[in-house]
């Protein structure tokens, strides 16, 4: 059974990086054809994917976000890391690690841990 937890810090000011983990147990991040993804959910709105990284370690980011983004791993701890720069208030969101399976679905999810940006 995998299990993921993210963790970082809950506050983070204007124009800052955003760095968060997620830690995976129970499963290989580079287990072939698994995804490894990020999603948030700002207050009152919908869910909105952030970007993933592959088993091998490919990544995609959503369009929105790419100039801001990015999605790194430690394969030796079994970690993904989501780094999201020059942060607004608009980037106040609940922010989840999932992992996708091979048909995209995402079939794992952790907790998630809330961040707010400060001015």
């Known amino acids: 059974q995998v299990q993921l937890q993210e963790s970082g810090p809950g506050l983070v000011k204007t124009s800052q990086t955003l760095s968060l983990t997620c830690t995976v147990s129970g499963g290989s991040i580079t287990t072939n054809s698994h995804f490894w993804s990020w999603i948030r959910q700002p207050p009152g709105k919908e869910l909105e994917w952030i970007g993933y990284?592959?088993?091998?370690?490919?990544?995609y980011y959503n369009p929105s976000l790419k100039s801001r983004t990015s999605i790194s791993r430690d394969t030796s701890k079994n970690h993904v890391f989501l780094q999201l720069s020059s942060v607004t208030p608009e980037d106040d969101a609940l922010y989840y690690c999932?992992?996708?399976?091979?048909?995209?679905?995402?079939?794992?999810w952790g907790q998630g841990t809330q961040v707010t940006v400060s001015s």
């Open positions: 990284i592959s088993y091998s370690g490919t990544t």
């Open positions: 999932t992992k996708m399976s091979s048909t995209w679905s995402h079939d794992y």
